[in-house]
């Protein structure tokens, strides 16, 4: 969820940046800082006004980005870019790669030891089900922590979790996702973290508990069923056997997994850094960065070879803790987790001082926060004054943002999960770092915060979460889609499969700083948009590419400008203005996106009502507009130019996706006039033979020639149509519909046609008895006595058929006559 301003909570006191005296005029842009928790001018710190500092949280790298991480990274695109782009800032953008962490320690030894022992254990040997098993039940022990006499195997795992009273209802949903058949939509089913953990953790048992108990001659389904639970039994062993690894299982990873990382980005059509950083190769840096926040006070050493940062000096000297979200401050869940998850588990020369607790005592107060970790067996290390070991999370982005920027930075962002602690401790000891003595940075840093302290950040920028089903995504939930899967099956596994515009349309919808929700609404809603204003650029372009081809003949082409076209120059003008408006209210991208929308339905609205008339220079003006607007949001990846309309490939993989018009549309025009001639030719002739067959043979050339190959042929009350080119997917899934449309029309009428056809049996089957049968048993009682024609004559009992009755029954008697001939006539031989 999205950080808030509350009135419960008062405003912090350190100082919102100022104009200075000399600046230039600066665009009126307005900002939520996270640090003053409010929209604030933005005011860089170049007195010119034009040079911007920029600092961003980069990836971790040790598995796939998810499409979380796409949320972070490419909403923080987009600001870059309007920044840059849109506002004229010269941005310079350093992100940094954390290659030195401990989930990537963790995910190293893990996929080393896991593919160690398949490899040693090619079959299911009982010694393999052992270790399995051990590790299924040291998994269960971990992670979901039961109660004493609450105990659970492979074997009752399905019976005890249906009946358990704690989890029984999540783990139905848990049933439901497996049993899902491919293709069915998945329901929607909102869970709090908390719950997620538990449906994580109980799916991952199912999978498990399956194979240990039916699995027996598959290696391959054996291993991948418990790939979940064994890597991290096998590392909990080894750690205890204190064993050691060489640097290059965990370089090895981190290389891999960044290159993925920057794959995803140049396909999710993300600027690169202007500077990227890596924690590896900023040891040194890290070290002195530590070394002199010891040698000020702020930090002390641990017997353990570790230090850490002291809070309560930091405070003590005037400083505030927590700036960013003081309400947090003291949350030992969150600290844990800031800490990371090898930060409690003492080397074996610790063992005695972890048995008389002083281990735990070591840190002088609970929310003191490592600087730099003493590296234990397994983990690896760098040479220190301290011992071994190796920099704590979060001094990494203090010291290489410090060491590229310096001592005082326009903006720092990140996901607004980052806020506390990590954020929060990198003002900490940086401000604490820069405070005093700010050599070689003295331009930048006469700013202070309100508590006459050194402010090293002046703007922090969060970017909101991206939940799917109620959840953050996260790959600690396993609740995830990889960026890869939705680019290849749709972020809700829909078809057909997402582009990295159509992502970024998603993410535009939604305000940067506020909570995404994955859900099929939101991804119509955006498809809806994209296509709306794709439409528009294929319509202009092929209305510009005819006139050329007039001009080229010598035609003459009307410029008209009526109250109509004033009013569309007016709208245009009132768009641009309204834009403007929405992205210097805090990068207000939603807006923004309305804005273009409803320009386009103007736009589209005065074509229609001005068929004949309305000026194409008027209708390119906007599309030039919007295709600058949205190459500067990252919609295109196609180099922008100032006379260009349209975009590129939504993929952003196709080269060239520019110069298609302009080396295709000759020959399309060639094609489109020989055609036009035929349909022509074909219309005048209208007794002629073969005007169906060449009408025909023109509608196979639009139909079903070419739109594989990209080209839409729309026919207009002149002769002459508009050619247009547009992705052959949608041109092929148009006619689809409309080949689905005719079929279920035909369907319909063969339907129609069975019914009637039943009922003429129906009426002729009726017609089979004879009239003069129709009032003698076996088909009515009613009568004794019938005249020569089989009409009654007396009812039974001797009275005589009323006159009133004997002429409704002539009646029925003429009709069942016309029947029965009917009948007769069907049986006759031809």
Request: aromatic share 10%; charged share 25%.
């Amino acid at each position: 969820m999205a950080t808030t301003t509350t009135t419960s909570r008062k405003q912090p006191p350190w100082r919102q940046p100022t104009t200075e005296a000399d600046a230039p005029a600066l665009p009126p842009l307005k900002v939520y800082n996270s640090l003053t928790r409010s929209k604030v001018p933005f005011v860089p710190l170049d007195k010119s006004g034009k040079k911007v500092t920029w600092y961003c949280c980069g990836p971790t790298v040790y598995d796939a980005g998810h499409l979380g991480h796409a949320r972070n990274y490419v909403t923080t695109d987009i600001l870059r870019r309007i920044v840059r782009d849109y506002f004229g800032f010269d941005v310079t953008f350093v992100q940094n790669v954390t290659d030195v962490d401990d989930k990537i320690i963790l995910r190293a030894r893990e996929n080393f030891l896991f593919t160690e022992f398949v490899a040693k254990n090619p079959t299911i040997t009982p010694e393999v089900k052992s270790t399995a098993l051990a590790a299924w039940m040291h998994y269960v022990t971990e992670k979901l922590k039961l109660p004493e006499g609450d105990s659970v195997t492979p074997e009752t795992f399905l019976s005890w979790a249906v009946s358990h009273k704690d989890y029984a209802r999540i783990y139905a949903i848990v049933e439901k996702e497996v049993h899902k058949k491919p293709g069915q939509e998945a329901e929607e089913i909102l869970l709090n973290e908390k719950d997620t953990k538990i449906k994580m953790h109980l799916k991952t048992l199912y999978t498990s508990s399956y194979a240990l108990v039916e699995i027996q001659d598959s290696p391959q389904a054996f291993y991948d069923a418990i790939a979940s639970i064994l890597p991290t039994y096998l590392d909990f062993k080894a750690r205890k056997e204190n064993r050691e690894y060489g640097m290059e299982i965990f370089s090895m990873l981190s290389t891999y997994w960044e290159n993925h990382f920057n794959e995803d980005m140049r396909r999710l059509n993300v600027l690169p850094p202007t500077i990227i950083t890596r924690v590896s190769e900023f040891i040194p840096e890290n070290v002195a960065f530590v070394q002199r926040l010891v040698q000020k006070g702020f930090a002390y050493q641990t017997q353990n070879g570790s230090v850490y940062f002291d809070i309560q000096t930091y405070e003590n000297a005037g400083h505030h803790y927590a700036k960013l979200e003081p309400w947090n401050k003291g949350d030992t869940a969150l600290l844990a987790d800031g800490e990371g998850s090898l930060s409690t588990q003492p080397s074996e020369a610790n063992t005695t001082a972890l048995a008389s607790n002083v281990f735990v005592k070591e840190k002088k107060s609970p929310n003191d926060f490592a600087l730099w970790k003493s590296s234990k067996p397994g983990e690896p290390s760098w040479p220190s004054p301290w011992g071994p070991g190796r920099p704590g999370w979060h001094i990494e982005c203090s010291v290489m943002a410090g060491h590229v920027l310096g001592g005082k930075i326009d903006i720092h962002s990140g996901g607004i999960d980052l806020a506390f602690p990590h954020h929060d401790n990198e003002i900490a000891q940086s401000e604490a770092y820069w405070e005093g003595d700010f050599k070689g940075y003295d331009k930048c840093c006469s700013t202070t915060d309100g508590d006459g302290k050194h402010q090293w950040i002046n703007y922090f920028l969060h970017m909101g979460h991206l939940s799917i089903q109620g959840s953050k995504m996260s790959k600690s939930l396993k609740n995830f889609v990889s960026i890869r899967e939705a680019l290849a099956r749709g972020p809700m596994g829909e078809t057909p499969a997402w582009t990295s515009r159509g992502l970024r349309v998603v993410f535009l919808m939604g305000g940067w700083k506020e909570g995404i929700e994955v859900g099929m609404g939101v991804l119509v809603e955006a498809k809806s948009w994209e296509e709306s204003i794709s439409k528009f650029f294929t319509n202009v372009k092929a209305l510009t590419a005819e006139e050329t081809e007039k001009e080229k003949r010598g035609e003459f082409i009307p410029m008209t400008f009526t109250a109509a076209e004033a009013q569309i120059y007016q709208d245009l003008d009132n768009a641009r203005s309204s834009l403007h408006v929405a992205l210097c209210d805090n990068f207000n991208t939603p807006l923004a996106m309305q804005v273009l929308s409803e320009i386009v339905q103007k736009a589209n609205v005065y074509m229609l009502n001005n068929k004949n008339t309305f000026s194409v220079p008027a209708v390119k003006e906007i599309a030039r507009w919007i295709t600058r607007i949205v190459n500067i949001l990252g919609l295109d990846s196609t180099p922008y130019a100032g006379d260009k309309i349209g975009w590129g490939d939504a993929t952003g993989e196709v080269e060239g996706a520019g110069n298609k018009e302009d080396i295709l549309m000759p020959y399309l025009r060639i094609l489109s006039n020989f055609r036009d001639k035929i349909r022509t030719m074909a219309i005048a002739n209208k007794d002629g033979v073969s005007s169906k067959e060449l009408l025909a043979a023109c509608d196979v050339l639009r139909n079903d020639d070419l739109p594989p190959l990209g080209v839409s042929l729309d026919d207009r009350d002149t002769a002459v149509a508009l050619v247009k080119l547009v992705s052959p997917e949608e041109l092929l899934a148009q006619k689809a519909e409309k080949e689905k449309k005719a079929a279920e029309k035909e369907a319909n009428k063969l339907v129609l046609k069975a019914e009637r056809e039943a009922a003429e049996r129906k009426k002729l089957e009726v017609g089979k008895l004879s009239p003069t049968e129709m009032f003698k048993p076996p088909h009515s009682d009613e009568f004794e006595e019938w005249d020569d024609d089989g009409l009654p004559t007396k009812v039974k009992g001797g009275e005589e058929v009323a006159k009133s009755r004997g002429k409704k029954l002539k009646k029925d008697w003429e009709k069942q006559k016309k029947l029965h001939e009917a009948w007769k006539a069907v049986q006759a031989p031809n």
